[in-house]
């Protein structure tokens, strides 16, 4: 046949296998094992389940796997299995306050109940490559001590105590929590649904952005008031107990920034804040959309917009990435009867066009043209 | 309707049956208010957005066991996207599958409406990427939702115009908007104008899903859809200047094929579907040779 897309369908086949094929690479280095990709490659893991929006290492790490390494891939499988799962409820709050603290940080206070606890953290490493790696070089055991019953109060509390930081929200405690997995997305949005879309928002988007206001494009003059990673338990009420049910245990970043805030017609001087909440270990993500989160804030606290940061339909519509790799990538699907009205016009256009340079002599062009 | 077998894990037509019921009734507000945008709480499905998600969930949405699909992409059943997007619902829905336009009771397309005439049993299902028709002229949503509401549609008509003060025509070539039964402006999706007068009067249900941008609209049969125009510069379609190569048919969509580098080209009907009819019927083009070598 004359078309090249004839055999569509033993073409598809044929490059998913050469896809596993590439996948498995080298057969004589072992397959990696599920394993291997949670204890090892956790960060990684813990990305997939925050931007998936489904906490679970072990399908994580199989998607992860599954998509060759390549995270926007991973998440998309994994939200893409997510969908199909029933709902049987919507659990209690988690209280941060109460989590089991692994790592927890202040940049606000010295020092502060509860203390500051570096944690697992990259930070102050010097990033030298360590030759170390490339085999299995024994790993000591980490130092550890009994966690005691120190209660670690959030800053944020420490500072409510004073007056001096606005409520944690406006929002009233009948609220129902929105769901933007079910309902759909309209703007403007109020803030429970807006921190949705940011916790599942792409990481480097959001980057960006949190960067784009510390340079200027809407500053918030933020401190990080606390960023704690830890485990906290997720409870759901159930009506025929007449009492909640602890699930399980969740593993979660949570940043606090507070921000400076001269008051505006509609608020006090007072610090205000922005909030971020990711799955897993990820500071970054959490800080970014803290950031973010403070900056989309602006109309509510009667502030200018003047930054992308600071638009909610710009930030939101724009935030998660399987949507926006899907519609990048759909350019290579074939557009050629488009592209086919489009050659028409242009032809017909140029055509115009030399006829009118060409004065007169019209039909010569009209000739020239038309090959 | 859970399917037996070794699809254990997913329900008829993938979608769960809750998911089912709120697009159908996303749909059902849609043929109520024919051209407007319905919002829907679009799923993430197994393909990527901007791959016919919308499409994929209105066709999951609206099949039944006794259904017969077709799937086209560029106006062809073979062309890859269509392949994966027939296998999924065979996979999934397991129903039977055909190429012929005639056959089928629901088609889902990319781009093209078929160029032979549907019937009052037939729902064809667009796919579409950018639903909103005022998009480009004003990328807030919060806009173009205000716009539709008080019938605002002067920017459109300024756009158009400005195509014929700077051109002499309207140079909008695909996706041109219609009105719909007098009152909504819609993208009829990235089709060819082409065939925006298919769409009129059509005798078959037409639904489009965008999934990405979450809207679901619709045309009841027999609704009138007029291509925005003026009085005096109406509305027309791409004509070409020779017949199809193939089969000889005229007044139909063509696709160019480059043949070589030195200029050789042919063109070719771009509904696959209807070009083998033909040919099957004895209809013979001017390239039309013997077996496919001949053509090269």
Redesign the interface.
């Known amino acids: 046949?004359?078309?090249a897309?004839?055999?569509?369908?033993a073409?598809?086949d044929n490059a998913h296998r050469l896809l596993a094929d590439r996948r498995r690479g080298d057969r004589s280095v072992p397959a990696m094992q599920i394993e291997q990709i949670i204890e090892q490659l956790g960060l990684a893991v813990d990305r997939v389940m925050s931007e998936g929006s489904l906490y679970d290492r072990e399908l994580a790490a199989l998607a992860f796997k599954q998509a060759r390494g390549d995270m926007i891939e991973a998440i998309?499988i994994l939200?893409?299995y997510?969908?199909?799962l029933?709902r049987f409820g919507y659990s209690e709050p988690v209280d941060s306050g109460t989590m089991q603290i692994e790592r927890r940080i202040s940049a606000t206070y010295k020092d502060l109940p509860g203390g500051q606890l570096l944690g697992p953290t990259f930070d102050y490493t010097h990033r030298l490559l360590d030759p170390g790696l490339m085999g299995d070089e024994a790993v000591g055991t980490p130092p550890r001590r009994e966690a005691g019953d120190r209660q670690a109060p959030r800053v944020s509390d420490i500072l409510a105590h004073e007056g001096l930081i606005e409520n944690d929200s406006d929002l009233p405690d009948d609220h129902p929590a929105g769901d933007l997995?079910?309902?759909?997305?309209?703007?403007?949005m109020a803030r429970d649904v807006r921190l949705q879309a940011l916790s599942r928002g792409d990481e480097g988007f959001l980057l960006a952005l949190g960067y784009s206001t510390q340079r200027g494009f809407a500053r918030s003059h933020p401190f990080a008031g606390e960023i704690r990673i830890g485990e906290v338990e997720v409870e759901i009420d159930v009506p025929e107990l007449g009492f909640s049910v602890c699930l399980g245990r969740i593993q979660v970043t949570e940043c606090q920034m507070v921000n400076q805030f001269q008051g505006s017609s509609k608020s006090p001087p007072q610090f205000t804040r922005g909030y971020g909440l990711v799955f897993g270990q990820s500071e970054r993500k959490a800080m970014a959309m803290s950031l973010v989160d403070r900056s989309l804030r602006a109309s509510e606290l009667g502030e200018d917009i003047t930054a992308p940061a600071q638009d909610e339909?710009f930030v939101i519509?724009h935030a998660d990435n399987?949507?926006a790799?899907?519609?990048?990538?759909?350019l290579k699907?074939?557009?050629?009867?488009?592209f086919?009205?489009?050659?028409?016009?242009v032809r017909r256009?140029r055509a115009?066009f030399l006829a009118s340079q060409a004065g007169d002599d019209v039909a010569d062009n009209g000739v020239e043209a038309a090959? | 309707m859970k399917h037996q077998q070794d699809l254990a894990?997913?329900?008829f037509a993938?979608?769960?049956e809750?998911t089912k019921r709120m697009i159908r009734r996303a749909i059902l507000k849609a043929i109520a208010i024919p051209g407007y945008q319905v919002?829907?709480?679009?799923?993430?499905?197994?393909m990527?957005?901007?791959?016919g998600?919308g499409g994929v969930q209105v066709t999951a949405s609206v099949l039944g066991p006794d259904d017969t699909l077709k799937v086209i992409?560029?106006?062809?059943d073979?062309?890859?996207?269509?392949?994966?997007i027939r296998?999924f619902f065979q996979k999934v829905a397991n129903v039977a599958v055909t190429t012929q336009t005639g056959k089928a009771t629901i088609i889902q397309t990319?781009?093209?409406i078929p160029e032979e005439p549907l019937s009052e049993n037939q729902v064809l299902v667009y796919q579409v990427?950018i639903p909103e028709p005022l998009r480009f002229l004003e990328p807030?949503?919060?806009e173009t939702r205000k716009m539709h509401a008080l019938e605002e549609y002067g920017l459109m008509h300024v756009k158009l115009y400005e195509d014929i003060a700077r051109?002499?025509h309207i140079?909008t070539?695909?996706?041109y908007p219609v009105k719909v039964m007098g009152r909504y402006v819609m993208d009829p999706s990235?089709?060819?104008?082409?065939d925006n007068p298919k769409m009129h009067q059509c005798a078959a249900l037409q639904l489009f899903g965008a999934g990405?941008e979450?809207r679901i609209y619709a045309i009841p049969p027999y609704t009138q859809v007029v291509s925005l125009d003026f009085e005096d510069h109406p509305f027309e379609v791409?004509a070409f200047d020779e017949p199809c190569a193939?089969c000889a048919a005229s007044g139909v969509?063509?696709?160019?094929?480059v043949l070589d580098d030195r200029?050789g080209r042919?063109f070719?009907c771009?509904d696959?579907d209807f070009c083998e009819k033909r040919r099957e019927s004895g209809h013979v083009g001017a390239m039309s040779g013997q077996s496919?070598e001949t053509?090269?």
């Open positions: 046949m004359y078309v897309v004839k055999g569509g369908e073409a598809i998309f939200r893409a997510r969908t199909t029933p997995t079910r309902e759909p997305l309209e703007f403007p339909e519509s399987v949507q790799t899907g519609f990048v990538e759909h699907l074939p557009h050629y009867v488009d086919q009205a489009e050659l028409d016009l256009m115009e090959q | 894990t997913y329900n993938y979608l769960d809750q919002p829907f709480a679009s799923r993430e499905m197994p990527p957005y901007g791959w998600t992409d560029q106006g062809a073979d062309t890859t996207n269509a392949v994966s296998a990319r781009h093209r990427p807030r949503e919060t051109n002499g140079a070539t695909y996706a990235p089709t060819p104008k082409f990405r979450k791409q193939l969509y063509l696709d160019e094929v200029g042919m070719v771009s696959t496919g053509v090269q």
